[in-house]
């Protein structure tokens, strides 16, 4: 028997076309008494032991005189110091990157080095967007289950205050083959060849390869396929802002390592992005990407982010050896791809029903769900998409709806619209406000959710573990 008293909370913020009640879930009884059991899929058990991150900050604030790799060893050093780990109990590294910085581009390596880490241990950088954590953890993960490592560092690192500007193709063509003139007669001739429009940079953009369509203008074009009011995206957003500040003040983000940064006088140590509007101000700002008539704002979109986060996975049996208290088994996960030029931003609508369908769980089985929000308009539309019997039927093939997850149990503590989202360091960030709020909770089971560039998606089951803490 489960006792399940819920406590309504205070002011709804008016949340009503999507029904996100201000509900406090008090399960009383631990949910461990008729909690469901997901299948059992690993021949080990794999246990998130502890995760950190630097503090988000917007790009161009106080770590825009860093280079990446700086962010990174920052969030290797803390993971170790928090958890007082010798740097040579670490088997292998792998970290998640997406812009890359040209001269670390193995950052996973330069980032270990820098830390002090030996020189002995491997480490592989990752990509896959905005889910290269996620992917740097689920390499972590195989790594274990063949029995190849025993304990792992799974992170990543984005670093959008100072990006690789390109000369254009034609200037680099010149001064390549400049490289390589051997007299000053062909000097002068490549010279000749020189115009005024090869000055012209090439920037890099949050775009989708293949169709040149930028994420902003995804979403715009998503949220407009599911009838995503521009009203809708501006509570979703000023939800999560909301509800970070409130988990922000009441110091339940543990992940977070302050950060002495060298140059600025005062430590780091919140999260800068995180901004409270009003309704009003909201609906008064201009489409960002598709204008005039566009309706995703730099207010309902996530916004450009530096940071770093770093987890720490082993098997149960080598954190028990080393008397590790882990938070959470990394339980199940899987991604999901589809045709980027058609909708890219989907991934959530298409990993969780085939998630749970694999562990054999309900929507109403999972206590806590931490889904990126690349987008308001991005999260709205995949919550009409899992609760509509023509998306489920036609894109799925469910033979009905998988319904709506119960929002007051989604995202409680914010996300990437508000925390920020430096692309590839968000998902040791989900994993660990997952794990983090089932303790707080009292949840037993949670998912973390997230799109990708790509047409891409990852989906994960992480089960708290008996006797974790929130710290
Ligand atoms: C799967 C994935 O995750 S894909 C990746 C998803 N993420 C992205 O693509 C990143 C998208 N975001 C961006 O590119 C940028 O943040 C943009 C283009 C949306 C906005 O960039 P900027 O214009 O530099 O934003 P900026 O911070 O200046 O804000 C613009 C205005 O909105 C206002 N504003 C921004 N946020 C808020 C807020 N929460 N409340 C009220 N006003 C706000 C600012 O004050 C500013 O107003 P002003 O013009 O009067 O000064």
Redesign the pocket.
Known sequence: MSLNICILGRKSNGLNILNISRKVQCRALSAAVAAPQPKQRNSQNVVLVDGVRTPFL?SGTSYSKLMPHELARHSLLSLLQKNRLDKELIDYIVYGSVIQEVKTSNIAREAALAAGFSNKTPAHTVTM??ISSNAAITTGMGLIATNTYDVIVAGGVEFMSDVPIRHSRKMRGLMLKANKAKTLGQRLALLSTFRPGFLAPELPA?AEFSSGE???HS?DRLASAFNVSRGEQDEY?LRS?TLAKEAQEKGYFTDLVPFKVQGVDQVVDKDNGI?V?TPE??AK?RP??VKPYGT????N????TDGASACLIMTEEKAKQLGLKPKAYLRDFLYVSQDPVDQL?L?PAYGIPKLLKKAGLTLKDIDSWEI?E??AG?IVANLKALDSDWFCKTYLGLSEKLGSPDLSKWNNWGG?LSIG?P?AA?GVRLCMHTANRLVREDGKLGVVA????GGQGVAMLIERYPGATAD
Request: charged fraction near 5%; charge should be positive.
């Open positions: 917007t967007a905005c949050v930028t994420m902003g979403a957003a802002h901004r509007s101000s909201l700002l960002a990407f995703v704002t730099a207010a979109a996530s916004f450009l931003l991934g990126h690349a987008f991005q990437s989202h692309f968000t997230a799109c990708a560039a």
